[in-house]
Each structure stands twice: as structure tokens, then as C-alpha cells.
């Protein structure tokens, strides 16, 4: 499909109003619209997926707790009552600093959307340090399609034990290895334990699920380093208790299809047999990040991030908002609060600016606290001075993180599959299937013009149009 290229006047929309461009639908790009509703702005809010996706519940995805759709409503449906925001499916490719232009693509139509105001919010993906090659057989956790293939290669890996008959393979097929002792990892690895100790007790009548072997890995020194030494102790006992097995100063050297080699903090290299690895360490920023860096000087660093100014801009263009994961700004965290926070200050920069009111003062990050849940029941919570652990945490874990799950709908949803999960023993997502598991790969098998046809068909090669969409409202 091809669209004839317009011109666009850069600068001031057809309605007269102020143009303002969000670059992805996360944490920090959705809250900063939510936070231009009544702005005499028009937004256009350009993301590679339809959806919002609650990241910090992905495992719960993985593990067969919630559905997809649970944690991720559609984009268009939570700002459907913005009227002065249009939602836009499209990967970004390019940000002309100079031009003020943003082109996206999608299935080979090539859309340029000028701006007068522009908020990056494009996040980070998996970091391998270097070692991409692990991806193929140890998927990272950070989107849906990340999500489904880990569920389908963990239910499936029971199937396969059940129908095994060699024991060195059982053991094989039974032993799930996570990598990265931060939140995502811990979280991860404790729900597994439940799923194969409570979930999947009497459901096989050759194996037995609860010998299944879970394994944590990190080759740093201690569990959840961010919440201090109590809680990450407390984290690691409570982590035992379930049946993980946590090995510090352990780093994954190599993965293969069969499992890992792991060298130990006095340099013994070991191999951990394992049919199922996931990849819960390292994070990179959006490549984005490193091309707003090449066009305004700003630092770019190591894990891609780009130095912004205290008031989240970059060097030299005040109209260029960047917010979230990509941002590095007084060594703040990747978490949802700062994306959150980032995005309505971006938000709020703009309608002062468009009201010819004088700047605020620079951004000020309110850490609200960080959590992890370990297993049902049990959770570590540290909110400034106060550390909570056990039933407490947990129960603070459950309050918040259902205040921050977008949509009536999907909390109503979320409650009774907690329900079914925590009261209970059952999962009601342990759908897995064949495409869920084999479709990343075979999509790089294809090779890189495939990359998109999960949305519909091969790219194709189109001429750039500029978006001229008419506004019905203004
Ligand atoms: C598994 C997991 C668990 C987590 N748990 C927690 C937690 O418990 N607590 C917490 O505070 N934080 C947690 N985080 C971190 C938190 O989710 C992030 O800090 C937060 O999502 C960052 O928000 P963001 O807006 O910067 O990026 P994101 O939320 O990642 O959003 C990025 C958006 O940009 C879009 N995008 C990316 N590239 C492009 C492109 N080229 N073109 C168009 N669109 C693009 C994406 O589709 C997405 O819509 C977790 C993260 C993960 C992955």
C-alpha cells in the first residue's frame, strides 16, 4: 500500500493550534496525554503497538495469572475521550531535529508528522551485553509477544517431560532458569515455583511437577540489590522457602537450546542443563535515544540513555521533550513513576508554554517506593524509611498495582483472576500456542522484511507521505 506524498505546513496545525507529537504509548507517553486533555493543543501519539502495555505485570502474563489484554487496553480506547488527541499505529524510524518532523512507518506506508512541541517516550528493550545471540533461546520479558512465547515454552515444558521417558532429559524439560535477580526476575521465578508446586501438582500422571527445579541466577552479589541488603535477604530466604534456587555471583557465559554455562564468582566455569531460560537482566534504551543525541549533542551512554536537561529537554531545543526509560537524568531509576512524572512535567511545559506562562522549575522525581511480590502472600515493599515484607508488602503490592492497572474493565477482570490464583490453585490463561512459541523465530528466519508481518504482511517499500489527517474536533 502506497500514499501520495502532501505538504504540510511545519509548525502550526490546520486548526491553528499548536502541533504536539508523543512518541510511544507506555508509562510516560500516555500519562503525558492524559495530562494534554484539555490543552488547546492537538496531540498525535505515534506507537508501534495499539496498546498500553502494564510492563510490571507481564509475568503474571507468562505464568498464566492474567491475559494480554487484561494489562494491556487498547491506547485508542483510553484516550478515546481526548478530543484533541489522535492515536496513530506506527514504528518511528526518524526525528529531524532541525525539520521538526517525526516520520513512522507501518506495513511500508511512510507517514512524516511535523511538530511544534515533541515528547519521547519510546522506553528501553533487552539488553544481552552484548550477546544477542542468547536471545534466540532465552526470550527477554518486555512486551506481550515476549510474554506468550515464555508461557507457551513453560506449559510446554511440562507437556514434553510428561511424554520423556529419558531421566537426564525430564530433568531437563523440569529445570527453568531465570536470569537476573532484580524484580522482574524474582517475580518471575517465585510464580514459576507456584505454578509447578500448587498449579500443576495433580495434573501429569507421569511426572511429578512439584521436582521441578527453578533456578535464579545473577552475577552480582545479592537478590533485589535496589531494596537494600534486609529486604533482598529477606527476598532470597522467602525465594528458598518456595523452592528457588538463587545463585549469586553466577554469569551466564553462554546459552544454547540444551541450556547454560555459567561461570561462578571464583572463575569455575559449570553447566546448568536447562530447556527453559528467560532473560530478566540488562536493559537498553531505545535507539532513539542515541539519534536525539547524534542531532543535539546531548550524552548518550552505555546503555543508550540520553542526557537531558534538568527540565527534561535536550541541549538547544526546548521544544523537544524526553521522558521515561530513555532518559539519563541524577542516576534516576527505570520505573514506571519516573516515566509517569516525566510525562505529565513534559505535559505541563507545554500548555504553560503555549499560554505564554514563565517555565517551571526543574523536574523533581517523588520516589514513591519500589516492590516485588515473591510468591501468593508474600512480597517486600521498601517506601522511603518504611521497609514491609511478607503478607503486608503483599497487600500493598496488590492495592497499587491495581490502582495503576488502566481501565474499569480490565481491574474488575484482574480482581477475579487474582482470585482464581491466589485463593485458589488454578491459572486461567494456560492457553499456549504453536505460533506463540515458534513465531519470533520464524519471523527472523524469513529475515528482516518480515519483521512486521505480525501486523499483517511483508514490508513493503513506499514513497513518504506527510500527515495531513483532517482534526474533526479542535
Ligand atoms: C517485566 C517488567 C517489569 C517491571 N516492573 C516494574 C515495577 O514493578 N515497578 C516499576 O515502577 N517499574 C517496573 N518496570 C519498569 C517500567 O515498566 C518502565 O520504567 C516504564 O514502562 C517506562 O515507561 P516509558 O514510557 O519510558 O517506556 P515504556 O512503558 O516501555 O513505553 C515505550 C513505548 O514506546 C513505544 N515505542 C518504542 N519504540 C518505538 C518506536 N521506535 N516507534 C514508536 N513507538 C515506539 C512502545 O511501543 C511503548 O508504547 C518493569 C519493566 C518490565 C519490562
Redesign the pocket.
Known sequence: MTTSPVTDPVGISSSGRPRVVI????????FAAQALRHAPVDVTL????G?????????QVATGILSEGEIAPP?REVLRRNRNTRVVL????DIDLAARTVT?TILGRTTVHPYDELIV????GQSYFGNDRFAEFAPG??SIDDALELRGRIFGAFELAELATDPAEIDRLLTFVVVGAG??GV?MAGQIAELAHRTLRRDFRTIDPTQARVVLLDAAPAVLPSFGEKLGDRARRQLNEIGVEVQLGAMVTDVDADGLEVKDADGQIRRLQAATKIW?AG?QA???GRLLGEQSGAEVDRAGRVSVLPDLTLPGHPEVHV????ISLDRL????????Q??RYAAEAIERRTAGKAPQGPFRYRDKG???TISRFSAVADIGKLKFEGFTAWVLWLVV?LMYIVGFKSRVTTVLHWLVSFLGRGRAERVATVQQVYGRLALEKLGPEFAVSKTGGPKEEAAPATDVTERKSA
Not at 512518541?23 to 500516555?30: A, K, R, T, W
Not at 496498546?51 to 509475568?59: I, M, R, S, V, W
Not at 521522558?323 to 530513555?326: E, K, P, S, T
Open positions: 512518541v510511544g504509548s507506555g508509562f510516560g507517553g500516555l505515534v506507537a508501534k503497538t496498546q498500553h502495555l502494564f510492563q510490571p505485570l507481564l509475568y491506547t506506527g514504528e518511528v524510524t513512522s517516550a519510546a522506553g528501553a520479558m518486555k524484580p522482574t517475580e530478566a536493559v531505545s535507539p532513539l521522558v521515561g526509560d530513555m531509576p527505570g520505573v514506571a513513576q519516573v516515566a509517569i516525566g510525562g519500589s516492590m516485588a498495582h
